[in-house]
């Protein structure tokens, strides 16, 4: 396959500026940022001032940091062009001068900011994040030649071998798939599936689903969505497929959805990654970026909160701040923000923008109208035999309504705040103490949906579809099963989609048979799986020791073979190509949004306030 990197038809070069042109004075730039002195004095100092102002960093972690600013400066090199350009600094010390951490109350997967003792598992990107507050943050430059896969995989990530069932699975292409899904699928339209897997997204390019792997009382085993997001998480916890490619499922999204999106670029600009958390992902996408297009490409924290944001917008186009503070304007940016985006990113940029904001609001980060777009994609499937496998979901449900609800599927149930995620605004209910606790809550949002519950046998929600519970793990010594859920992420490019990368993640508890056999045992304790942890503080932790890895030591836990892997590839594109679909219909062909129909799809006055039209 041709290397993406140096393809102008993919990665146009547009004429960019001097990053430092904008300044003369050298002491307006971030001392980290400024070009590194050749000599070797000159350099030491520069390791010992930046470990010096790391003032609350515990001192054990001292020899691991400096060495690590050690190490980022030898990769460091001068432009050719006129004038010095800023040299990228690694994850571990862009770190140092923006934090990583999450603030808020939604985030995705498993949030980089870390507790103490789970830095071991995060390394030291983590350690330097807590430096600086997220206020008034700055744009870094990413240069080519900056990826380090120390800073963007997790370390057990680093020495692990993709467990060969996975590594068959994504070899085998898309042809091999319709194959076999229809082998065991007979009543499935093979040329429908052919054309819904050759599909290419308008807006929805690049995602991830969460499913669950179930059962029911026959035996009928399957994979369902539980929800889908715009901006996935999943790079840093999968296995090289190839160890000759270090990018790995970086290089896969730049060289597809974010390659195609490029080539529609209308502005003269430079390239840029926003991002709001998970700074080891986010920074990977800006080196590996760098790497493809032989650009330099700018890494922005912009958070919500914020109220000196690195990011404004021109005429609807892009612009981000660099250290010594001037403006460049951005023509195409890979966006992994993930709270409440549309409050600070508009529905139409001319800066191409990966995900754009639509595909948050039509299902990506609302499963409001999530719900809506399976709905309409499964009557168009219906003469197929094909469909977008989901609990039973009621949306628009005010809080009154909820009690009723849960009633009606047997007073087990699921209440979500339909635009949160990561764990974050979900209640289980399976006692009327979970019910009354949720009910003196108070809500930021007006509408919530109510799904029924994935439990175990004897405690699942009762519906007309019938009762699915968990397959859960293999069990363990103890004869332990765990809830499982499973991140399939996949990208769509004009010659279709593509599986990137495979995770699971396993609740804190194991299933118990009937809720009254451990009145200590709280549901969510065993159905939740999210690894992040939101602080008293509001910042967020990781239960990374729960993260299930598609190598040859974890994958064998989770009882799930390739026909299971090959159901959750074509389940997580039918959901994409929903929520496309109805980004379509709240976008015209003009680019217009369409607000009176969304208000009607989605009444909630609380989220329409929020949007920045």
Request: net charge negative.
């Amino acid at each position: 396959m041709p290397t993406l990197a140096r393809s102008p038809a993919l990665f146009p070069i547009s004429a960019a500026p001097n990053p430092l042109a904008a300044s003369t004075d050298a002491a307006t730039v971030d001392p980290l940022a400024a070009v590194v002195p050749s000599s070797e004095d000159a350099k030491t100092a520069v390791i010992d001032g930046a470990a010096a102002n790391l003032a609350n960093l515990d001192i054990n972690d001292a020899p691991t940091v400096v060495g690590s600013l050690a190490a980022s400066i030898g990769h460091s090199r001068s432009s050719s062009s006129a004038g010095p350009i800023v040299p990228c600094r690694p994850a571990v010390v862009a770190a140092a001068t923006t934090a990583s951490s999450t603030t808020g109350d939604e985030t995705d997967g498993d949030a980089d900011n870390v507790s103490a003792n789970a830095e071991a598992e995060a390394g030291a990107d983590v350690i330097v994040a807590k430096a600086k507050s997220k206020q008034g943050c700055n744009a870094q430059l990413v240069m080519a030649g900056d990826f380090e896969q120390a800073n963007h995989f997790y370390p057990r990530v680093l020495n692990a071998q993709i467990h060969p069932l996975v590594s068959s699975f994504f070899q085998l292409g898309n042809e091999r798939i319709i194959a076999r899904y229809v082998h065991l699928r007979p009543n499935v339209n093979q040329d429908k599936l052919r054309e819904l897997l050759a599909y290419k997204p308008k807006h929805f390019a690049w995602a991830g689903s969460d499913l669950f792997n179930v059962t029911t009382d026959q035996g009928q085993h399957q994979m369902i969505i539980i929800e889908t997001n715009s901006c996935p998480s999943g790079q840093k916890s999968m296995p090289l497929l190839q160890d000759t490619d270090e990018c790995g499922g970086y290089r896969s999204v730049l060289r597809s959805a974010f390659g195609d999106l490029l080539k529609t670029a209308e502005i003269d600009g430079e390239l840029a990654v926003i991002y709001d958390k998970n700074h080891m992902e986010a920074s990977g996408y800006a080196a590996a970026m760098a790497e493809e297009s032989g650009e330099h490409v700018w890494l922005v924290e912009y958070h919500d909160s914020d109220q000196d944001p690195p990011v404004r917008w021109t005429d609807r186009v892009m612009e981000i701040r660099d250290a010594a503070g001037a403006w460049h304007p951005i023509r195409a940016c890979f966006r992994y923000v993930t709270q409440r985006p549309w409050s600070r990113i508009p529905l139409y940029t001319r800066t191409r923008v990966l995900n754009p904001v639509i595909a948050c609001l039509a299902g990506g980060r609302n499963k409001m109208m999530a719900a809506r777009a399976y709905e309409m994609l499964n009557a168009e499937l219906r003469p197929y035999n094909m469909s977008v496998r989901v609990p039973l979901t009621i949306y628009n449900v005010v809080r009154d309504e909820v009690p009723l609800w849960i009633d009606s599927m047997g007073g087990h149930a699921v209440i979500k705040n339909p635009y949160s995620n990561a764990g974050q605004g979900v209640w289980t209910i399976t006692t009327k103490e979970d019910l009354q606790n949720f009910m003196t809550l108070d809500h930021r949002y007006d509408k919530f949906i109510v799904q029924s519950l994935v439990g175990n046998a004897s405690w699942s929600s009762t519906t007309h579809d019938g009762c699915f519970y968990h397959v859960g793990t293999i069990p363990n010594k103890k004869n332990n099963i765990f809830v499982c859920d499973v991140r399939m992420m996949i990208a769509g490019a004009s010659d279709g989609f593509r599986p990137i990368s495979i995770y699971a993640r396993r609740a804190r508890l194991p299933l118990i048979a009937k809720l009254e056999d451990d009145p200590t045992a709280t549901s969510w304790g065993m159905l939740g799986t999210n690894l992040s942890v939101k602080l008293p503080d509001g910042s967020w932790t990781t239960e990374s020791q729960r993260l299930v890895l598609m190598d040859r030591k974890d994958f064998n836990q989770l009882g799930i073979g390739i026909d299971d892997l090959i159901d959750a590839y074509i389940q997580t594109v039918l959901s994409v190509i929903a929520i496309d679909k109805m980004c379509q219909r709240l976008v015209d062909d003009g680019d217009k949004f369409n607000y009176d129909l969304f208000r009607a799809l989605n009444p909630d006055d609380a989220l329409l306030s929020e949007l920045t039209l």
